[in-house]
């Protein structure tokens, strides 16, 4: 059974940096495909940036440059750096996997979250002005 935990949220000031962290069990991780989504109040989920099967990793615009995804494939751990955090950062964080065709597709973060079929429960990150 495939499990995502996320941990790593929590609340800071604009201009600073968190680390939120997914930990993956139940499957072939190297096989998946993994991205991390974030729903704020009163707003749709929105992908926020992915990494395809074969490592390459993609952003959603308001991120680019602030935000680094990466995975440590020995701890099957993927995990998101947040810089420079800002108020509309505010959000439930969440980690999603598949491991369909699309995979292996460069833009893992423009995929919607119905291309992902396991989340995790997700991890609030709070940015105060």
């Known amino acids: 059974q495939v499990q995502l935990v996320e941990s790593g949220g929590g609340s800071v000031q604009a201009g600073g940096s968190l680390r939120l962290s997914c930990a993956a069990s139940?499957?072939?991780?190297?096989?998946?495909?993994m991205a991390w989504f974030r729903q704020a109040p009163g707003k749709e989920r929105e992908g926020v940036a992915g990494?395809?099967?074969?490592?390459?990793?993609s952003y959603a615009e308001p991120v680019k440059g602030r935000f680094t995804i990466s995975r440590d494939n020995a701890e099957n751990t993927l995990y998101l750096q947040m810089n420079s955090l800002k108020p509309e950062d505010t959000a439930m964080y969440y980690c999603?996997?598949?491991?369909?065709?699309?995979?292996?597709?460069?833009?893992?973060?423009?995929?919607?979250?119905?291309?992902?079929?396991?989340w995790g429960q997700g991890t609030q990150v709070t940015v105060s002005s």
């Open positions: 999603a996997a598949d491991l369909r065709w699309w995979c292996v597709r460069p833009d893992i973060a423009t995929m919607s979250q119905a291309a992902f079929t396991y």
């Open positions: 139940g499957y072939t991780y190297l096989q998946y495909c």
């Open positions: 990494i395809s099967r074969g490592g390459t990793a």
